[in-house]
């Protein structure tokens, strides 16, 4: 019986131990989404990007946006976008 509750006791430590591990796990780089594609167009201060599978996102720019490369209509960019639909940082990564 001692032996029995032992194992159990252990087996609830690792339990624990590996629930707090994944809670405190990094959802990703930065932890915001990506929206990925080409830039279709510059409405104001919003860009508008076709993803891969045609839907056109748009997401917010101002003086607040990191800027990495030239990024103009036409361009393959990745956007780092906070739950709001604000681009925190906007990259060319066509080549």
């Known amino acids: 019986m001692k032996r029995l509750l032992s194992v159990l006791i252990i087996l609830c430590v690792f339990g ?3 629930v707090a591990f994944v809670q405190s796990a990094p959802t990703s780089k ?3 989404p990506i929206v990925q594609g080409i830039l279709m167009e510059i409405d104001g201060p919003f860009y508008v990007i076709m993803d891969s599978t045609g839907k056109e996102q748009r997401v917010h720019v101002d003086k607040s946006t990191l800027i ?3 990024v103009q209509p036409g361009s393959q960019v990745k956007a780092e976008v906070t739950k709001d639909g604000h681009a925190s940082a906007v990259k060319n990564v066509g080549s």
């Open 16 to 18: 624990l131990t590996s």
């Open 30 to 32: 930065g932890g915001s």
């Open 68 to 70: 990495i490369g030239k």
